[in-house]
């Protein structure tokens, strides 16, 4: 047997020694790698929510779940929309102008929403993260003004909140409720976490 017919059988085990050596190391790689893709829980935590709203009656709140946080959509009754600009000169805040929480350009009314019937907020009080509370009854109860118009009380520090997320002068909050961008998909389908077309 000769030199160069031993160098070409070292030559062709190397080749396939390297080979296998190259399709181990992507074949371990490719699962590392992977791990730095979002999961797919991850990805739906942060993904727009479509919401029916068609079973919501004046008066009533339906609470979902956007990136981890409690989205209210609150159906609002004549008389609860009636009270929104007798408010004004008791909120820190009526025309949403604050910046913690920028509220979208489509919300800075006195309703503070695309339609006055749906209030639609995160339900995160602006203070310490808590979670208000409704308080929808009018009138004279514990914690809250004889005058009472109805809205949301965060027992927490006793922070009150008007029905449209608004927060009352004098309170520990320092901002009205979070308005998440949304958009109306028909009259009774909501997107929370996209608002292209408002």
Known sequence: MSDA??????????AITCGAGAVGGVATAVPFVSTFAPS????????????????????EKLTVEWRGKPVWIVRRTPEQLDSLKKLEPELADPTSQ??????????????????????VGVGICSHLGCSPIDRFQTGAQPSLPDNWAGGFLCPCHGSTFDIAGRVFKN???PDNLEVPPHMFLSDSVLLIG???KA
């Open 40 to 59: 797919e829980r991850a990805k739906a935590a942060g993904a727009p929510v479509q919401v029916d709203i068609s079973s919501i009656k004046p008066g």
């Open 171 to 173: 309170k520990p909050a």
């Open 194 to 196: 996209e608002d292209k």
């Open 98 to 119: 604050r910046t913690q929480y920028p509220t979208p350009d489509y919300a800075k009314n006195p309703h503070r929403s695309i339609k006055p019937e749906f209030f």
């Open 5 to 14: 017919a031993v160098d070409q059988g070292r030559r062709t085990w190397i």
